[in-house]
């Protein structure tokens, strides 16, 4: 099976602060994503990256930025940390088309 | 209009209870229909698919796609607390070449032994 390792389970970060979240995959999957999940609104896409240096904006990519230098590592960047950015941070990686594996996530809190 | 809709509940039921879970969606473009099963505090996991209409088994899970309605389905037969999850259904499509996962925002079932 494919394991998506987040490096951070648990973050408390203050307001302006910039933010990393590191991800790592170990079987070679193409694709890569980030999502955010919140009470009542469910996983939403903020980007994806499909190859190398590669990226693509999701649904909501407003206020971050991400990093695919390997293949094997896609990072999320919060140049300047918001409360509004208080969330379950979700990586995940796939083949090209296949199903998404997802890691353990990421809980931020942005005071 | 959201592309997925889901009752986020919680659904309680008891031990041994056939449960239903259900997601209606708006695009008919949409092929490929996933179910995702999260426990508290770890990432989703895929639990199931089925391509297109029809019904599809796996021991005590049956998925079920209804395309003319725009309806998906999960049925749990003898559920147990280890069922006790939020379960995301997860219709895909595609959006100018790229494979786009939309997911609902997931139903919280409770199985009480």
């Known amino acids: 099976d494919v394991k998506v390792t987040q490096s951070s389970r648990y973050l408390v970060k203050r307001t302006g602060e910039k933010v990393f979240l590191e991800c790592v995959q170990d079987?070679?999957?193409?694709?890569m994503f980030w999502y955010r999940q919140d009470p009542g609104l469910g996983l939403r896409l903020i980007y994806f990256?499909?190859?190398?240096?590669?990226?693509e904006k999701g649904d909501i990519p407003e206020g971050y930025s991400v990093s695919r230098e390997k293949k094997e590592r896609f990072s999320l960047i919060l140049e300047s940390a918001s409360t509004n950015q208080t969330s379950m941070y979700l990586c995940a990686a796939s083949k090209l088309g296949g199903e998404l594996f997802f890691g353990e996530g990421s809980r931020l809190t942005v005071l | 209009q959201k592309e997925v809709e889901q009752d986020p509940g919680p659904l309680s039921v008891p031990e041994g209870a056939i449960v239903s879970l259900n997601c209606t969606y708006s695009?008919?473009?949409?092929?490929?229909f996933m179910w995702y099963r999260q426990y508290s505090r770890k990432g989703p996991e895929l639990l199931m698919y089925t391509y297109s209409s029809g019904n599809k088994e796996d021991g005590r899970f049956t998925a079920q796609v209804d395309k003319s309605s725009k309806y998906i389905s999960l049925f749990i037969r003898d559920s147990q607390p280890s069922d006790s999850a939020t379960y995301l259904c997860a219709p895909r499509g595609t959006t100018s070449g790229t494979y786009k996962y939309i997911f609902g925002t997931g139903t919280r079932l409770k199985v009480l032994a």
């Open positions: 079987m070679d999957h193409e694709n």
């Open positions: 990256s499909y190859d190398v240096k590669m990226k």
């Open positions: 695009n008919s473009a949409f092929q490929y």
